[in-house]
Every structure is written in structure tokens, then in C-alpha cells.
């Protein structure tokens, strides 16, 4: 905050339940299998045809996880699964998910990738407009004086 000025406060932008928050990405073996956007809601991972992802895996139950997603993050619950459900190699019940976490359902994995973040860091990056550009071409500039003669 400068003296006398009153910085505007960031207020939340309102999210629409079409707009993509987040992505999932199910590999095997180091394969991309399938890639999921993520909305405001809850999806079903599991083995059997009637899940919103199926993993057609012996080592996945019929009904694995799933992964609820708010305006502020994502959560993965295990559906009392046989096999688990491990991030950073724990086995969890109730995990928060961070952008980048990697969730392993036996041999299968899945990344979440949180797009508000990526956001965030895009907004960041921005130009302000608070400071003059900066030129990185390396060539002199035609209105600077010179060195040593001001």
C-alpha cells in the first residue's frame, strides 16, 4: 500500500459449473490412457462400465474413488477400495489434491493438474503496467546519452 492510496482488494471471480478447474490424466506404464477435465462435481473411478473413468484393471475395485471438485480445490475419497488409494506413496483415505499430486490405483496412475493455479501463475505474470518495459534486445538506446557525456 503507498501512502494515501488505496490498493483495490482481488475479489473472487464467480466459477460456472461448465468451466474446466482442474484435469486428470490416467496412465499405465508410463502410457498416456486417458485424459478428464475436471468441473464443479464429483466423478467415479473404478472398474465397472457405469463410472465417469473406468480402469479396466484386476487391481481396481468397482467402484475405486472418486474426486470432488469445488470452486476452491479438489478432494479424493477412497470408496473403501481393496487395493488403496496412494499419494506420495501413503495410502490415504481423504486427500486434498494439490496441482501436480500423482495418485496411484494399483498399477495405474493419475495426475491432477489444478488449471486455477496455472491461472494464478499466468496472472501473475502479467504486466502491471508500474514499470517501464525493459528492453532485452541489447541494443543501445538511441535516446540514452552515452557514457560520459551527460
Known amino acids: 500500500m503507498r501512502a494515501g492510496v488505496v490498493e483495490p482488494q482481488a475479489t473472487p471471480r464467480p466459477v460456472g459449473s461448465d468451466e474446466v478447474l482442474a484435469r486428470i490424466i490416467v496412465a499405465h506404464g508410463g502410457e498416456h490412457v486417458e485424459e ?16 465417469d473413468v473406468q480402469i479396466d484393471s484386476k487391481y481396481i475395485s468397482r467402484h475405486h ?19 488403496g488409494v496412494y499419494v506420495k506413496s501413503k495410502r490415504v483415505r481423504r486427500q486434498h489434491l494439490n496441482d501436480g499430486d500423482v495418485v496411484v ?30 528492453d532485452e534486445s541489447g541494443e543501445p538506446d538511441d535516446e540514452a546519452p552515452a557514457a560520459g557525456t551527460a
Not at 495405474?108 to 508500474?130: K, Q, V
Request: with cysteine.
Open 105 to 134: 490405483l494399483g498399477k495405474h496412475e493419475i495426475m491432477y493438474l489444478d488449471e486455477r493455479s496455472a491461472r494464478g501463475r499466468a496472472a501473475a505474470l502479467e504486466p502491471t503496467g508500474d514499470h517501464p518495459a525493459i
Open 65 to 83: 474413488c472418486q474426486i470432488t471438485t469445488t470452486a476452491e480445490g479438489s478432494v479424493l475419497e477412497d470408496l473403501n477400495s481393496t487395493n
Open 36 to 51: 478428464r477435465p475436471l468441473r464443479i462435481g464429483r466423478i467415479i473411478v473404478g472398474r465397472t462400465v457405469d463410472n
